[in-house]
């Protein structure tokens, strides 16, 4: 891999499974010391931890409906590592399907309230206590997992999309404000990725693989990558750009 991450400490949210995993990977394997973050599944992350190639990984924890939760998060890996260089925003919860015109009021409210608490206010919770270690720093990489739902919608699950259209805007915003303390932030916006959450849907909608003119979904590896070049040195200057993985299933003008 073209990277050299060496002596640099990332923090991967979300990290046990998926796009998190993959990146956390993809990062060990560059030479970082990476945190690997988890709500519940604490045998599953001290496992991705403990076979990342290279030492010094750790797994922590964080509820990321608890804004306590998450700076002691936070504070537990500035103590292990010592500083943060990169932190990648992926952590993430989806519920089911949440259509407007068949959903009851009180599973709606309870819906927009965990997924906009988790995915939106949550990540900016984490990133505020990042930012402001990497300001004292006057350096770092923020880079946020937001999807093609926050553009083309999301009928289906508009809670979900209203979620990563909110990182959007959130990270925009923090890119001009933290730019003069050379802390640079971006985004990727992925369609289908074929992870272990999706296959189930992707088995039973065969039409998704169709929707690129690929005839596939992104691999977990492949979104990783460019999260990896965005936190690079010498991609400064895409600060505040969201970077399409979408295989051309949905172009944005």
């Known amino acids: ?47 991705v931890a403990s076979n990342l190639p290279g030492q010094g990984h750790i797994a922590v924890q964080a509820n990321f409906m608890d804004p306590a939760s998450i700076k002691k998060m936070v504070d537990t890996v500035l103590a292990q590592f010592g500083h943060i260089d990169i932190l990648v925003n992926n952590a993430v919860t989806y519920r089911q399907p949440h259509p407007l015109d068949s959903l009851d009021y009180e599973n709606w409210a309870d819906i927009w309230h965990e997924m906009i608490n988790t995915n939106l ?13 990497m300001i004292k720093r006057r350096t770092g990489r923020i880079v946020n997992v937001s999807s093609r739902g926050a553009f083309r919608g999301e009928p289906e699950d508009p809670a979900y999309g209203a979620s990563k259209a909110g990182i959007n805007a959130m990270f925009q915003s923090l890119a001009v404000h933290l730019a003069p303390h050379n802390v640079y932030v971006n985004a990727v916006a992925p369609g289908f990725i074929e992870t272990e959450s999706v296959q189930e849907k ?12 690929l005839k596939r979904v992104a691999k977990p590896e492949e979104v990783a990558y460019t999260i990896l070049f965005l936190a690079s040195n010498g991609a400064e200057f895409t600060t505040g750009a969201i970077v399409d993985l979408n295989g051309a299933s949905y172009l944005r003008t």
């Open 202 to 213: 992707l088995k039973n909608n065969p039409d998704i693989r169709q929707q690129s003119p």
């Open 121 to 133: 206010v949550g990540t900016a919770n984490v990133t505020y206590c990042v930012a402001r270690s």
């Open 1 to 47: 891999m073209p990277f050299n991450f060496s002596e640099k400490n990332v923090l991967v949210t979300g990290a046990t499974q998926g796009v998190g995993k993959a990146t956390a990977v993809a990062f060990a394997e560059a030479g970082a010391r990476v945190a690997v973050h988890y709500n519940r599944q604490q045998e599953k992350a001290e496992q």
